[in-house]
């Protein structure tokens, strides 16, 4: 249809030609009322926004001398964050003459990537930055499991050998 013979037919039915998809040979246009086709793009970009994830990138902070129910409940916390699909930035805090021990900071973040190996990976490894050192784990996806049925052609061989039998029982007697 001729572009002059659409805008007639939509001014006969007191609507508007709407270019839906321009890149297209010819381009697709729809007759319809403006308005509603706004309204309608509207609630489309609406509804996509509200279920689009997040991600956020919580902070847990350690000390190279950090004790192990510290560390256990941090940990805890991390576990949770990624398990709720948030990166975790886990950052070792030295003061003073602590930044000697360099390599107790990296050793606590080992362990916590231990710990949390099953649930993360490692997003950014350990590095130092200033006076801390950082670690980033984002969330692992998940891998989802099938259970295996049994299918017909492992079912059929195990019946067909009692049929067998029983037909040759019945034909001794």
Same mark, same amino acid.
């Given at each position: 249809?001729?572009? =002059?013979?659409?805008? =007639?037919?939509?001014?006969?039915?007191?609507?508007?030609? $709407?270019?839906?998809?321009?890149? =297209?040979?010819?381009?697709?246009?729809?007759?319809?009322?403006?308005?509603?086709?706004?309204?309608?793009?509207?609630?489309?970009?609406?509804?996509?926004?509200?279920?689009?994830?997040?991600?956020?990138?919580?902070?847990?902070?350690?000390?190279?001398?950090?004790?192990?129910?510290?560390?256990?409940?941090? #940990?805890?916390?991390?576990?949770?964050?990624?398990?709720?699909?948030?990166? $975790?930035? =886990?950052? $070792?805090?030295?003061?003073?003459?602590?930044?000697?021990?360099?390599?107790?900071?990296?050793?606590?973040?080992?362990?916590?990537?231990?710990?949390?190996?099953?649930?993360?990976?490692?997003?950014? #490894?350990?590095?130092?930055?200033?006076?801390?050192?950082?670690?980033?784990?984002?969330?692992?996806?998940?891998?989802? $499991?099938?259970?295996? +049925? @049994? #299918?017909? +052609?492992?079912?059929?061989? @195990?019946?067909?050998?009692?049929?067998?039998?029983?037909?040759?029982? @019945? @034909?001794?007697?």
């Amino acid at each position: 249809m001729t572009p =002059a013979a659409a805008i =007639a037919l939509a001014r006969e039915r007191d609507a508007d030609l $709407v270019e839906i998809v321009p890149n =297209a040979v010819p381009p697709v246009c729809k007759i319809i009322n403006f308005g509603k086709f706004k309204y309608e793009l509207a609630k489309k970009d609406k509804i996509q926004k509200k279920h689009q994830h997040v991600s956020l990138l919580k902070e847990l902070r350690f000390h190279p001398n950090t004790d192990v129910h510290d560390f256990d409940f941090k #940990t805890r916390h991390a576990r949770q964050f990624l398990s709720d699909g948030h990166k $975790v930035k =886990a950052t $070792v805090v030295f003061k003073g003459r602590e930044i000697t021990y360099k390599d107790k900071g990296s050793d606590l973040l080992n362990r916590l990537f231990e710990r949390l190996a099953d649930v993360s990976k490692i997003d950014q #490894t350990p590095r130092m930055e200033g006076r801390s050192m950082v670690m980033i784990l984002a969330p692992e996806r998940k891998k989802k $499991v099938e259970p295996k +049925a @049994e #299918t017909k +052609a492992e079912q059929i061989p @195990e019946q067909k050998p009692e049929l067998k039998s029983d037909k040759k029982a @019945e @034909e001794a007697h």
